[in-house]
């Protein structure tokens, strides 16, 4: 892996990772909020676009820095799953 201050590319991929793992994080908690059927439903196709962006720029940044990227690449699998899974 790259050191984080190598170059303002390498800086800002270290960003776009630890930003887009927060945003992962509030999305799950906000998924875990129960609400009625039809809004939960709403809410999870918005989360589920929200999440294969984020992923995928997360595994972009981490082939900036070469980092190990085959977990985000799995979860973007199974995101892409549950997203054609919902009517």
Do not use: C, W
Not at 1 to 13: C, G, H, L, V, Y
Not at 15 to 35: F, P, R, T
Not at 57 to 65: L, P, T, V, Y
Not at 76 to 81: D, F, G, H, R, T
């Amino acid at each position: 892996m790259k050191n984080i201050f190598e170059s303002k590319q390498t800086f800002q991929a270290y960003a776009i990772i630890d930003v887009g793992y927060y945003m992962i994080e509030n999305i799950q908690k906000e998924l875990d909020v129960k609400e009625n059927l039809i809004n939960n439903k709403v809410l999870r196709k918005k989360n589920i676009k929200i999440l294969i962006f984020i992923l995928k720029e997360i595994i972009e940044a981490k082939k900036i820095i070469e980092a190990d990227y085959s977990y985000d690449e799995k979860l973007l699998k199974e995101v892409k799953k549950h997203k054609n899974k919902i009517p």
